[in-house]
């Protein structure tokens, strides 16, 4: 319990990423026990960076073996273990039911943040789902509140009749704005997380980040009892949501076909 039998200390870079690497040194030199680096890429390569020697949990969106962040995900080695949800290579599934959402939809766009790492790659897997349907594809991009408003006008400029969202962390901590666009707009968006849902978006797949979060706190306990960080395994997710908000959808004037209600987890009405 914090303050009972432990002391949680806690860095935010408020969006700013350049400021992780300056936040993660202060743990390292602080000594803590166990850093939590979940905050996306960056935040786990900036402790990474910052220490060699003290646990690290991360919960990552990305492969973290291709990245070379850990050996293995069996046996990770080394200070770094956590969870790994794969959001980020779901961006073709969620162009997919985006299709499914309404069969007139063409022209699809996917929201990235440019500052983060490896955008490209999940630009060119939707781009190339897209390319073989024969519908076209855009991809745009946001890294401020300004930004997010500029790429929303762009979008219903070009025509776009759907929107892709990166799980990128800088947009949960503006999911508010992007619903709100969302909705002032009527563009349906795909989001990577059904908090977004929760909040009034309209669709999500993927996986739980409550469990995932949850993974990772069970992991920092294991750790601090003595288990070695290399010696977790990396947990990835067995299950992946779809999540639909029924009273979102009616005041865009969307029906939601049978076909996708069928397959919905969850329904928000």
């Known amino acids: 319990m914090d303050g009972r039998n432990l002391a949680m200390e806690y860095r935010w870079a408020e969006g700013h990423l350049d400021e992780l690497d300056t936040l993660a040194a202060e743990l390292a030199v602080d000594r803590v026990a166990v850093i939590a680096a979940t905050g996306g890429l960056r935040s786990v390569q900036a402790a990474k960076k910052a220490t060699t020697t003290i646990p690290i949990v991360a919960v990552l969106g990305f492969d973290p073996v291709q990245l070379g962040l850990v050996e293995s995900f069996n046996k990770p080695g080394g200070n770094i273990t956590g969870t790994s949800i ?5 961006g073709p599934k969620r162009l997919s039911l985006l299709y499914d959402l309404n069969p007139r939809i063409q022209k699809v766009a ?3 943040n440019p500052a983060s790492l490896n955008v490209d790659m ?7 789902a897209a390319s073989n349907t024969g519908r076209p594809f855009v991809a745009l991009k946001a890294a ?7 790429a929303f006008a762009a979008a219903a400029d070009q025509g776009v009749q759907g929107i892709i969202l990166n799980p990128d962390p800088f947009f949960t901590t503006v999911r508010n704005r992007l619903i709100a666009l969302a909705a002032s707009h009527k563009i349906p ?9 929760d909040d009034g978006g309209l669709m999500s797949y993927g ?16 750790i601090l009892t003595g288990i070695k960080p290399g010696d977790l395994p990396i947990e990835i997710p067995t299950k992946f949501e779809l999540v639909i908000n029924l009273k979102t959808a009616k005041a865009m004037d969307l029906n939601i076909t049978p076909g996708l209600l069928a397959i919905a987890d969850d329904t928000i009405e």
Request: a negative charge; glycine letters at 4%.
């Open 86 to 90: 794969i959001a980020n290579e779901l």
């Open 110 to 112: 996917l929201l990235v």
């Open 122 to 128: 999940e630009i060119q897997s939707v781009s190339a």
């Open 144 to 150: 401020s509140s300004s930004e997010i408003d500029a």
């Open 189 to 197: 968006v795909v989001y990577s997380f059904r908090e977004f849902v």
């Open 207 to 222: 996986p739980s980040l409550a469990l995932a979060y949850r993974v990772a706190g069970i992991y920092a306990g294991r």
